[in-house]
């Protein structure tokens, strides 16, 4: 059982920015692909960007150019760097693990999730 901890949300104003970790309790990520999803108010929970040991990132089209995904070296904490932020960046935000390697979008590919992160743009 892996036990994710999101960490990092709050209020922000449009054009600001926010970092949000996520770290497993009591040992790394490294043998996992690690996935941020959100899911704001009356809808479905989606991708936003996930990262392998490698290195390799993935991102939604709609978070490209303004968030980035990366981790420490030992992948003990995964970070999304959220800039630009919009107020339709505004949902709760999972952090997410799977035992498989590769980056999926999809929520049933993922094994584990954290109980979640509120991040609120106001405009």
């Known amino acids: 059982q892996v036990q994710l901890v999101e960490a990092g949300g709050g209020l922000v104003q449009a054009g600001g920015s926010l970092r949000l970790s996520c770290a497993a309790s009591?040992?790394?990520?490294?043998?996992?692909?690690i996935g941020w999803f959100r899911q704001a108010p009356g809808k479905e929970r989606k991708f936003v960007a996930g990262i392998v040991i490698s290195g390799y990132a993935d991102y939604a089209d709609s978070v490209k150019g303004r968030f980035t995904i990366s981790k420490d070296n030992a992948m003990s904490t995964v970070y999304l760097q959220m800039n630009s932020l919009k107020p339709e960046d505004t949902a709760v935000y999972y952090c997410?693990?799977?035992?498989?390697?590769?980056?999926?979008?999809?929520?049933?590919?993922?094994?584990?999730w954290g109980q979640g992160t509120q991040v609120t743009v106001s405009s």
């Open positions: 997410a693990a799977r035992r498989d390697y590769g980056v999926s979008h999809l929520t049933a590919s993922y094994d584990y």
């Open positions: 009591g040992r790394t990520l490294s043998s996992y692909t």
